[in-house]
């Protein structure tokens, strides 16, 4: 069966996605060089992208997702991510260093540079997710939902946020699925990764 309800929430938290990145991208407005045919091409990439995944989180199927909601708990606080920076901000100024200057030509500025970052190590741990995909959303939910509030647990857990959320997320959204739908799409997700990639990267003259 296919639920409508479903389909449209996801559909929702897709552009919620989508207009958070287009927010920081216009942040950055003064550094794009060819915006109309960039706007063009990641328009073109990552709608279909959000439609996909909101088409298929619609059906339900037997099998329940690896990791179910209520297993998560609640383990996010204003408190635990002030308490996080320690951590979590020397890895965002790395991310922003490398990142934005791939291009001796064209720098990518800060904040646009952390989506840069953002799909690179997604996208590779996708690519992970060829393989071993229940290990990447076990491990992902093992250390983002960890119950220790320590410094060092609450560093990791913020800075897994920003590396892995996107892809765990969508991987265990596909774990409902059989081997031959879940495999097709994640190769799918490869390419788009590669291709959202250079499509924001074109907007800085890359």
């Not at 073109?44 to 339900?60: E, H, K």
């Not at 892995?164 to 997320?169: D, R």
Request: with cysteine.
């Amino acid at each position: 069966m296919f639920s409508i309800r479903k389909s449209l929430k996801t559909l929702a938290k897709g552009q919620l996605c989508f207009l958070i990145m287009t927010f920081i991208l216009l942040t950055n407005v003064s550094h794009w060089r060819d915006p109309l045919a960039s706007w063009i091409l990641i328009l073109m990439l990552i709608q279909p992208g959000i439609f996909l995944l909101a088409f298929v989180d619609g059906f339900r199927t037997k099998k329940a997702v690896e990791v179910e909601p209520e297993e998560r708990g609640s383990v996010f606080s204003l408190k635990g991510f002030l308490k996080s920076l320690w951590f979590l901000a020397p890895v965002l100024l790395f991310m922003t260093l490398t990142m934005g200057h791939l291009d001796r030509e064209a720098v990518v500025p800060f904040p646009s540079a952390l989506i840069l970052g953002f799909l690179l190590v997604n996208g590779f741990f996708n690519f992970l997710s060829l393989f071993v995909p229940s290990y990447v959303v076990l491990f992902y939910v093992a250390n983002v939902y960890d119950k220790a509030n320590t410094a060092w647990s609450e560093g990791f857990r913020y800075t897994m946020l920003y590396f892995w959320s996107l892809n765990a997320e969508i991987q265990n959204l596909l774990s409902r699925f059989p081997f031959y739908i879940q495999r097709p799409i994640t190769l799918l997700l490869c390419i788009w990764y590669i291709f959202a990639y250079i499509s924001i990267g074109s907007l800085f003259g890359w």
